[in-house]
Nanobody, 113 residues
Framework: QVQLVESGGGSVQAAGSLRLSCAVFGHSVCSDDMSWHRQAPGKEREFISDINYAGRKNYADSVKGRFTISRDNAKNTLYLQMNSLKPEDSAMYYC???????WGQGTQVVVSS
């Protein structure tokens, strides 16, 4: 059993930065394979980035060079550093535990022009 709690969302101007956090409550194995996704109104949920148990990372083309995924195992927390934000990045952001098949409730990000 696992619970994921996102935080760090908010409103920011274009070119600004935000750092999202996802705290994982449960067995440590649930934070081994994690990912970030986002969903804007009227659009399907899309993959952003993931990190596996060995630390290997993947990024969607839309965020490469701007976003960085990381993990603090001691805190059981996943992070998404978001730099050079664009209005098109506005969405609800969700974290996911691939290891335990769970989703967080999401955190809202709004980037204004």
């Amino acid at each position: 059993q696992v619970q994921l709690v996102e935080s760090g969302g908010g409103s920011v101007q274009a070119a600004g930065s935000l750092r999202l956090s996802c705290a994982v409550f449960g067995h440590s194995v649930c934070s081994d394979d994690m990912s970030w996704h986002r969903q804007a109104p009227g659009k399907e949920r899309e993959f952003i980035s993931d990190i596996n148990y060995a630390g290997r990372k993947n990024y969607a083309d839309s965020v490469k060079g701007r976003f960085t995924i990381s993990r603090d195992n001691a805190k059981n927390t996943l992070y998404l550093q978001m730099n050079s934000l664009k209005p098109e990045d506005s969405a609800m952001y969700y974290c996911r535990s691939r290891s335990c098949g769970a989703w967080g409730q999401g955190t809202q990000v709004v980037v204004s022009s």
